[in-house]
C-alpha cells in the first residue's frame, strides 16, 4: 500500500479522484490547494502526489518545484487541460513523474498510477538490495579480507572459517599452493576473539635449519656464535594473538618436539634460556603436502599432526572454482591499478573467456601475477586476447613441452613457467641472504638488486631469515 496525495481546488474533481485511488487499495488524503498539500506533505512522506495545474493562489507547477526541492523522492503526476502540450511539457522539466490529460483522467490516471508506484516500488527494492549488498561486502571485507569469491566451494570455506573463528582450537590448512592458505589463516585471526592481538607469518620452509629453534622460540645472549643480544621469537611476538605456520611439513623432527610441547603445554624455553615463558597463542598451520604420508614414512610426528589437526579446512584449487575466476579479475585489476598507478583497463569478453578456460595450476596466485604481468605491458583501455602473456590459440595455454638447460624436458602442464622462474627468483634470495646472513643491504648487493627491490621480493616471496 502506498500513501498517495490528491490535491485539486474543485471538490467534485478532488473526491472523485481520491475514491479512484482507494479503490486501487492505496492510503489517499486531499487538499484544496498547494499550501494545504504543503503542509500534509510536511506532516508525513506520500509516495506519490497527483496535482491539477491549474489552481488559485498556487498552481500545480509551483506545488510540483516546491515538492520536488522538499522532497525529491516524492513522484508527481500533473493533471493538465487538454491541449496544453506546454505545461506538460514544463512538468516533466521540473521532474514531473508523468501528466494525464482532464479528459481521460478516469480512465488513463489508474494505469499511470499502477506503472508509477511499481516503478517505484522496483526502485526501492534495487536500493535497499544494493545498501544490503554494500553492507554484506564490507562485512565480508571485515572478517575475511581479501578472499574473493561466491562459488559453492569457496562459500564453504567462508562458513566453516566463522565457525571456527570463535574458537582458540588448532587449524590445518590443506591446499596447493596459491590457494589462498595464508588469507584464510588472516581471516580467521580477524573473526577470533584475539583480532587485536599481532598475527604473525612464519613461512617454515624459508628458515635455515641450524636457526628455526632461535625463529620460533627466540635465544638468549651468547647461546651460540654471533647471538649478541637477547631476541624475541616469533611465538613471543605473537603472544595474545595468532602464529601461522605456513609450509609445516618442512619443520625439522627435533624442532617438531619443541612445537607439540607448546601445543601440549603451552610452554617454551628460547635458546639457551633457563627460564620457561608460557604462550598464550592461536596455532594455525599449512601445508600443500599429505601429512599423513610423512608420518607413514616418519618425517613427520604423528603426535603433532593430531595436536595440529584439530580442525581441518581444504581450500580448493582455482579450476575447481572457476565461477569465481571474473571476480577474482575484477579484484585483482582494481588492486594492481591502484599499487601500479596506471588507469583501470577492462578485459574483452573473449580475454575473459580464455582466462576462465585456463587450468591455472598455480591458482589465484598465478592469476594475480598473470593480471599484474598484463597491465604493466599492455597499452589501450581494454586488454583482449593479444595482451594476455599466453597463447590463446590453442585449447590449453601453457602446454607446450618446454626444453630446459640441462636437456631434459618439462610438461609446462605440471611446472609452469611463471611458477619455475618464481622458484628459482626465491632460492637465489634464500641464498644471498643466507651468504649475507640476513643483512639484506648485502644480499642485495650480491643480487645486483637495489635494497627496495630485495624488500619487495622478500615479502613477495614470504622469504624470513634473522638479521644478526
Same mark, same amino acid.
Given at each position: 500500500m502506498s500513501r498517495v496525495l490528491v490535491v485539486d481546488d474543485h471538490d467534485s474533481v478532488r473526491s472523485g479522484v481520491a475514491?479512484?485511488?482507494?479503490?486501487?487499495g492505496h492510503c489517499v488524503d486531499a487538499a484544496g490547494n498547494g499550501y494545504d498539500?504543503?503542509?500534509?506533505?510536511? !506532516?508525513?512522506?506520500?509516495?506519490?502526489?497527483?496535482?491539477?495545474?491549474?489552481?488559485? =493562489?498556487? +498552481?500545480?507547477?509551483? %506545488? *510540483?518545484?516546491?515538492?520536488?526541492?522538499?522532497?525529491?523522492?516524492?513522484?508527481?503526476?500533473?493533471?493538465?487541460?487538454?491541449?496544453?502540450?506546454?505545461?506538460?511539457?514544463?512538468?516533466?522539466?521540473?521532474?514531473?513523474?508523468?501528466?494525464?490529460?482532464?479528459?481521460?483522467?478516469?480512465?488513463?490516471?489508474?494505469?499511470?498510477?499502477?506503472?508509477?508506484l511499481e516503478q517505484r516500488l522496483a526502485r526501492h527494492e534495487r536500493d535497499r538490495l544494493g545498501?544490503?549488498?554494500?553492507?554484506?561486502?564490507?562485512?565480508?571485507?571485515?572478517?575475511?579480507?581479501?578472499?574473493?569469491?561466491?562459488? !559453492?566451494?569457496?562459500?564453504?570455506?567462508?562458513?566453516?572459517?566463522?565457525?571456527?573463528? =570463535?574458537? +582458540?582450537?588448532?587449524? %590445518? *590448512?590443506?591446499?596447493?599452493?596459491?590457494?589462498?592458505k595464508e588469507l584464510v589463516a588472516r581471516a580467521l585471526h580477524r573473526s577470533s576473539p584475539r583480532r587485536d592481538g599481532p598475527f604473525v607469518r612464519v613461512n617454515?620452509?624459508?628458515?635455515?635449519?641450524?636457526?628455526?629453534?632461535?625463529?620460533?622460540?627466540?635465544?638468549?645472549?651468547?647461546?651460540?656464535?654471533?647471538?649478541?643480544?637477547?631476541?624475541?621469537?616469533?611465538?613471543?611476538?605473537?603472544?595474545?594473538?595468532?602464529?601461522?605456520?605456513?609450509?609445516?611439513a618442512d619443520l625439522p623432527l627435533d624442532t617438531q618436539v619443541n612445537l607439540l610441547r607448546v601445543l601440549q603445554e603451552k610452554e617454551y624455553d628460547r635458546v639457551g634460556g633457563e627460564t620457561t615463558l608460557k604462550a598464550d597463542v592461536r596455532v594455525v598451520a599449512a601445508t600443500n603436502r599429505s601429512l599423513t604420508a610423512m608420518v607413514a614414512d616418519g618425517t613427520f610426528r604423528e603426535d603433532l599432526f593430531y595436536r595440529l589437526e584439530v580442525i581441518p579446512l581444504h581450500l580448493p584449487p582455482?579450476?575447481?572454482?572457476?565461477?569465481?575466476?571474473?571476480?577474482?579479475?575484477?579484484?585483482?585489476?582494481?588492486?594492481?591499478s591502484r599499487e601500479i598507478n596506471v588507469p583501470l583497463r577492462r578485459l574483452t569478453p573473449e580475454a575473459m573467456r580464455i582466462l576462465c578456460d585456463y587450468p591455472w595450476p598455480g591458482n589465484v596466485r598465478e592469476l594475480e601475477n598473470i593480471i599484474e604481468r598484463t597491465i604493466v605491458l599492455?597499452?589501450?583501455?581494454?586488454?583482449?586476447?593479444?595482451?594476455?602473456p599466453f597463447d590463446s590459440s590453442v585449447e590449453?595455454?601453457?602446454?607446450?613441452?618446454?626444453?630446459?638447460?640441462?636437456?631434459?624436458?618439462?610438461?609446462a602442464s605440471e611446472a609452469p613457467l611463471t611458477a619455475r622462474l618464481e622458484s628459482l627468483e626465491r632460492d637465489l634470495i634464500q641464498r644471498a641472504m643466507q651468504q649475507a646472513r640476513g643483512v639484506k643491504?648485502?644480499?642485495?648487493?650480491?643480487?645486483?638488486?637495489?635494497?627496495?627491490?630485495?624488500y619487495y621480493k622478500l615479502d613477495k616471496y614470504g622469504v624470513e631469515y634473522a638479521e644478526e
Amino acid at each position: 500500500m502506498s500513501r498517495v496525495l490528491v490535491v485539486d481546488d474543485h471538490d467534485s474533481v478532488r473526491s472523485g479522484v481520491a475514491l479512484l485511488i482507494e479503490r486501487m487499495g492505496h492510503c489517499v488524503d486531499a487538499a484544496g490547494n498547494g499550501y494545504d498539500a504543503l503542509e500534509l506533505c510536511a !506532516a508525513g512522506a506520500y509516495d506519490l502526489v497527483v496535482t491539477d495545474f491549474r489552481m488559485a =493562489g498556487m +498552481d500545480g507547477l509551483q %506545488l *510540483l518545484q516546491t515538492v520536488k526541492e522538499r522532497w525529491p523522492a516524492t513522484d508527481v503526476i500533473m493533471v493538465t487541460a487538454h491541449g496544453s502540450i506546454d505545461v506538460a511539457v514544463q512538468a516533466m522539466q521540473h521532474g514531473a513523474a508523468d501528466f494525464v490529460e482532464k479528459t481521460d483522467l478516469y480512465q488513463v490516471l489508474p494505469i499511470k498510477i499502477a506503472r508509477i508506484l511499481e516503478q517505484r516500488l522496483a526502485r526501492h527494492e534495487r536500493d535497499r538490495l544494493g545498501a544490503e549488498n554494500e553492507y554484506l561486502r564490507e562485512e565480508i571485507s571485515d572478517r575475511f579480507g581479501e578472499i574473493v569469491g561466491n562459488s !559453492a566451494v569457496i562459500l564453504r570455506v567462508l562458513g566453516a572459517v566463522e565457525k571456527v573463528g =570463535g574458537t +582458540d582450537s588448532s587449524v %590445518l *590448512l590443506y591446499g596447493e599452493s596459491g590457494t589462498g592458505k595464508e588469507l584464510v589463516a588472516r581471516a580467521l585471526h580477524r573473526s577470533s576473539p584475539r583480532r587485536d592481538g599481532p598475527f604473525v607469518r612464519v613461512n617454515c620452509g624459508a628458515l635455515p635449519r641450524e636457526l628455526v629453534e632461535s625463529e620460533l622460540f627466540g635465544h638468549e645472549k651468547g647461546a651460540f656464535t654471533n647471538a649478541v643480544r637477547q631476541r624475541k621469537g616469533k611465538f613471543e611476538l605473537a603472544e595474545k594473538g595468532t602464529i601461522f605456520l605456513d609450509e609445516i611439513a618442512d619443520l625439522p623432527l627435533d624442532t617438531q618436539v619443541n612445537l607439540l610441547r607448546v601445543l601440549q603445554e603451552k610452554e617454551y624455553d628460547r635458546v639457551g634460556g633457563e627460564t620457561t615463558l608460557k604462550a598464550d597463542v592461536r596455532v594455525v598451520a599449512a601445508t600443500n603436502r599429505s601429512l599423513t604420508a610423512m608420518v607413514a614414512d616418519g618425517t613427520f610426528r604423528e603426535d603433532l599432526f593430531y595436536r595440529l589437526e584439530v580442525i581441518p579446512l581444504h581450500l580448493p584449487p582455482l579450476r575447481e572454482r572457476k565461477d569465481d575466476i571474473p571476480l577474482l579479475v575484477e579484484h585483482f585489476l582494481v588492486k594492481k591499478s591502484r599499487e601500479i598507478n596506471v588507469p583501470l583497463r577492462r578485459l574483452t569478453p573473449e580475454a575473459m573467456r580464455i582466462l576462465c578456460d585456463y587450468p591455472w595450476p598455480g591458482n589465484v596466485r598465478e592469476l594475480e601475477n598473470i593480471i599484474e604481468r598484463t597491465i604493466v605491458l599492455s597499452d589501450g583501455e581494454t586488454i583482449g586476447p593479444a595482451d594476455l602473456p599466453f597463447d590463446s590459440s590453442v585449447e590449453s595455454p601453457l602446454r607446450d613441452r618446454v626444453a630446459i638447460a640441462s636437456g631434459g624436458v618439462v610438461d609446462a602442464s605440471e611446472a609452469p613457467l611463471t611458477a619455475r622462474l618464481e622458484s628459482l627468483e626465491r632460492d637465489l634470495i634464500q641464498r644471498a641472504m643466507q651468504q649475507a646472513r640476513g643483512v639484506k643491504t648485502q644480499a642485495a648487493e650480491l643480487l645486483g638488486i637495489k635494497t627496495s627491490a630485495l624488500y619487495y621480493k622478500l615479502d613477495k616471496y614470504g622469504v624470513e631469515y634473522a638479521e644478526e
